[in-house]
């Protein structure tokens, strides 16, 4: 089960795990993943976004102790995803597409569930703040409230960020849906 | 307030949400896969050192605790043949069983077993032996034997071993670890990346490299190679400096590989021997000057891979080439 995070505790543990405490670094990758792997997934392949977790926590442990102050780090290592997915595409030197149907028309199962891989390219499509904020509500499932915690962002921006994000995403789906 | 159930999922559900949440939930973060129970990539480096020990416990911290709460998830490894006495995780293996995220592989002494996943390769895993895949796309092969044949696309595939990762690069290869943390890689067909941090190793078919707990890979080396010639550059990597003239003297034009790989790790001021070497054996390019070669110069190191006029290296290419 993970752990939803309170920014007083949460403090307390950034100051543990840069002092050295192994098990408050581990209590803050538990209570993270979730927004670092959505980061990811907004620029990487899925695949790839589980492969490069473990290397934004292992720099944001090396680094940790530069880190002044605690309220910066949802910030900081959100940063440091975004980095981290960067590099990765600059290695790769190409950035895949997600489906070969992702051009093509949004195909819906008879449930009426929409093409995973086509709406996530959607979302990818989108503005930043946008895909980041819509990735971490749909696809990670966390709520407004907890994207607002984790990523620093004020609750008013998510729920700006989600309801235009939103509006955007609609748009799109329903332009593929009249091809 | 109608966007209720976007922002905390309070309120009547949208259904258009409710759809796209379920068609993205594939995606969402998995506790159990999101653990990598990798060795820490730099073990020698000095200040960095106790930060990846203590990162290996930290994972292994992490993993005990997400398998305590959460099923180890399947990974697409499924065991294809066993003989002998084999566990995966605390069962005994056999045929179709899966090796899941973080789940420990076992082969008992005169034991085999190999591994397949259709869209990446098959493992055949030697006797006493101990592995385990932290996805489709990496294994830790903590000491032991494992032969890899792969034919995912190049860099698909990664075996993390206590000292370097093999990242394959479509090929065939065979990865040795002793209990000392120490390996070999010795490739068959293709190519293979032998890499940690900032060092890495470029291995063709029918070449090997050794790779040591405390500094990573080594220069790799044909295995056609003179038995002196061998015997020398294990002294060099040993610490014993002076074996770099009998190296050097008793390389073969096909040993440029080997001198390559030298001409970025030898101290600068050995640089110009090697290079002095390397122009002997190979047809170093015009635009290539000696001080740029010495000076490390990425475009000149880069020349000169070209003048080994190595085969199916288009790779390197895409390489990020992590010593410029």
Known sequence: MLVASEPAEDAGLIRAAAAGDRAAFGELYVRYARMVHGILLGRVAPGDAEDLMQDVFLAAMKQLRGLRAAAAFPGWLKAIARNRAMDHLRGSRERLPLSEESAGKLHRSRDGVPDAFLVLDLVRRLPEAYRETLILRLVEGMTGPEIARQTGLTPESVRVNLCRGMKMLREALGGMEAK | MKDDYLWDRSGPPDPEIARLEEALAQWRYQPAAGFRGAAPRRPWSAPGARWMALAAALLVAISTWLMKVAPSVPTAWQVARVEGAAQVGRQAATVSMALGAGQVLRTGSGAALTLQADAMGTLDIGPDSELSAASNRRVELRHGALHAFIWARPRQFVVNTPSASAVDLGCEYTVTVNSSGDGLLRVAMGWVAFQTGDQEAFIPAGAECVTRRRSGPGIPY???????????????????????????????????????????????????????????????????????????????????????????????????????
């Open chain 2, 222 to 324: 044909y295995q056609d190679a003179g038995q002196a010639f061998r015997q020398s550059l294990a002294a060099y990597e040993g610490g014993r400096e002076s074996a770099l003239g009998d190296l050097l003297e008793l390389s073969r034009p096909r040993d440029g590989l080997t001198l390559w790989h030298l001409l970025t790790r030898v101290r600068a001021s050995d640089r110009g021997r090697v290079f002095g070497r390397f122009a002997q054996l190979v047809a170093v390019p015009a635009e290539v000057t000696r001080d740029a070669a010495l000076a490390k110069d990425p475009r000149a190191i880069d020349r000169l891979w070209d003048a080994l006029n190595l085969e199916n290296a288009d790779w390197w290419r895409g390489w990020e080439r992590r010593w410029q």
